[in-house]
C-alpha cells in the first residue's frame, strides 16, 4: 500500500526530535499504514473499536487526574495515577489543538497487567487507531490494552 501525502508528514513528525524527543515510530520497520492496519486488524479479532478504548482511557485518566491519592482505586479493581508535567504536544497528523503531556498508569489488579498511556496516545487511537511503533517509549499493544482496560 503506497503511502499517502499525509501519511508521509505524519511519518516525519513522528522522527525523533520533531515533536518527541524519541519519536513515535521506535524500531518499527513497517509502513505508518501498515503498523495502523495490523493493530486494527488485532482489535477487530479482539472484539473491540478504537474510540471504545479510548473512551475507557479517557475515563481512567479524567478520574485519576485531579486526584490527591498516590493511586485511584476505581470500579473496585483498577488502581489508575495520572501525573501532568508541563508542557504540550500536537498531533502528528496536523489536527488542531494540543495535548497536555499527562501520563496515566493503569494497574488492573484483577488480571495484574498495567499500561501506561499519554493524553496524546488517547487521541492518537481515538482519531488514527495508532498505537505508536514497535520499540517506541509508548507503543501499547492492542491485546494488552484490551486486558488491562476490559477483563
Ligand atoms: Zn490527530
Not at 5 to 10: F, G, Q, V
Not at 30 to 46: F, H, K, S, T, V
Not at 118 to 132: P, V, Y
Request: proline share 4%.
Amino acid at each position: 500500500m503506497k503511502p499517502t501525502s499525509k501519511e508521509l508528514t505524519a511519518t516525519q513528525r513522528m522522527q525523533p526530535g520533531v515533536i518527541t524527543l524519541s519519536g513515535f515510530l521506535g524500531s518499527d520497520t513497517r509502513a505508518l499504514n501498515e503498523i495502523i492496519a495490523d493493530d486494527a486488524a488485532m482489535l477487530e479479532r479482539l472484539g473491540h473499536d478504537p474510540e471504545e478504548l479510548a473512551d475507557r482511557m479517557e475515563y481512567f485518566t479524567r478520574t485519576s487526574w485531579s486526584s490527591y491519592l498516590d493511586e485511584e482505586l476505581i470500579e473496585g479493581k483498577y488502581k489508575a495515577q495520572t501525573d501532568v508535567y508541563r508542557g504540550k504536544l500536537p498531533c502528528p497528523y496536523g489536527h488542531a489543538g494540543l495535548y497536555r503531556k499527562a501520563i496515566t498508569r493503569l494497574t488492573n489488579m484483577q488480571n495484574g497487567i498495567s499500561v501506561v498511556w499519554t493524553s496524546l496516545n488517547i487521541h492518537l487511537i481515538k482519531a488514527h487507531c495508532f498505537f505508536e511503533g514497535r520499540g517506541s517509549a509508548f507503543r501499547i499493544e492492542p491485546e494488552t490494552l484490551v486486558k488491562a482496560l476490559f477483563e
